[in-house]
């Protein structure tokens, strides 16, 4: 049985942190939130001695003493251990969930990069075709998820998690994208941010 109480370094933006914030709730299982500097250029020094990469999530399980996990796909999956309420246990409900979880985390990927371009990166050095490229893997995404989306339903699992995580980091940096477009999309993504695990997760307002 996972954890009754995690530990997580945190950032209020990342759409990662987020997705095991809303598993976690989901699951009942508390979640300690430790700050962090985390960025993308300057590493946070007090996260590298516990993760190479510097990078947020990073999780210890049983306090400092404890063992520590990263990235958000391991996390999660830890937490939904001897629960098997997020991750299906086999067969195609499970690929299905994971199938889902995988593009939509690439689709937050290809977000993250286009803010980076945005604002990271100095003026006279962005590169125009890659932000477009980025914003084609995102157009393609959505498009598929509008695809998926009558096979969405109810389920909560690690795969609707993954995609309603996905398409609030795209509200928060890039609203007027008009993925809404797709009606059925939209509306099953209005209903899944009401839940309690998705209000108590939001992002800040920029």
Same mark, same amino acid.
């Given at each position: 049985?996972? *954890?009754?109480?995690?530990?997580?370094?945190? *950032?209020?933006?990342?759409? &990662?942190?987020?997705?095991?914030?809303?598993? $976690?709730?989901?699951?009942? @299982?508390?979640?300690?939130?430790?700050? *962090?500097?985390?960025?993308?250029?300057?590493? !946070?020094?007090?996260?590298?001695?516990?993760?190479?990469?510097?990078?947020?999530?990073?999780?210890? @399980?049983?306090?400092? !003493?404890? !063992?520590?996990?990263?990235? *958000?796909?391991?996390?999660?999956?830890?937490?939904?251990?001897?629960?098997?309420?997020?991750?299906?246990?086999?067969?195609?409900?499970?690929?299905?969930?994971?199938?889902?979880? $995988?593009?939509?985390?690439?689709? @937050?990927?290809?977000?993250?990069?286009?803010?980076?371009?945005?604002?990271?990166?100095?003026?006279?050095?962005?590169?125009?075709?890659?932000?477009?490229?980025?914003?084609?893997? @995102?157009? #393609?995404?959505? $498009?598929?998820?509008?695809?998926?989306?009558?096979?969405?339903?109810?389920?909560?699992?690690?795969?609707?998690?993954?995609?309603?995580?996905?398409?609030?980091?795209? !509200?928060?940096? &890039?609203? #007027?994208?008009?993925?809404?477009?797709?009606?059925?999309?939209?509306?099953?993504?209005?209903? &899944?941010?009401?839940?309690?695990?998705?209000?108590?997760?939001?992002?800040?307002?920029?």
């Amino acid at each position: 049985m996972a *954890s009754p109480f995690l530990q997580v370094y945190y *950032s209020p933006f990342s759409p &990662f942190v987020r997705k095991v914030l809303v598993s $976690a709730a989901e699951l009942g @299982i508390d979640v300690e939130r430790l700050p *962090s500097n985390a960025h993308p250029v300057t590493r !946070d020094a007090t996260i590298v001695t516990l993760n190479p990469l510097g990078q947020v999530p990073t999780a210890l @399980i049983g306090g400092t !003493d404890g !063992d520590v996990l990263y990235d *958000s796909r391991v996390i999660c999956e830890y937490l939904d251990h001897g629960h098997g309420k997020l991750f299906p246990a086999a067969g195609s409900a499970r690929w299905q969930a994971l199938r889902e979880q $995988a593009l939509g985390d690439g689709m @937050i990927g290809a977000a993250l990069l286009m803010r980076y371009e945005q604002v990271i990166r100095p003026d006279g050095m962005r590169f125009g075709p890659w932000f477009d490229g980025q914003h084609e893997k @995102i157009l #393609s995404a959505v $498009a598929q998820f509008a695809r998926w989306v009558p096979d969405f339903g109810t389920r909560v699992d690690i795969g609707t998690i993954t995609v309603a995580c996905a398409l609030g980091y795209l !509200d928060l940096r &890039f609203p #007027s994208e008009p993925w809404r477009e797709y009606r059925e999309l939209a509306v099953w993504y209005a209903a &899944f941010a009401q839940r309690a695990s998705m209000l108590g997760s939001q992002h800040p307002a920029p």
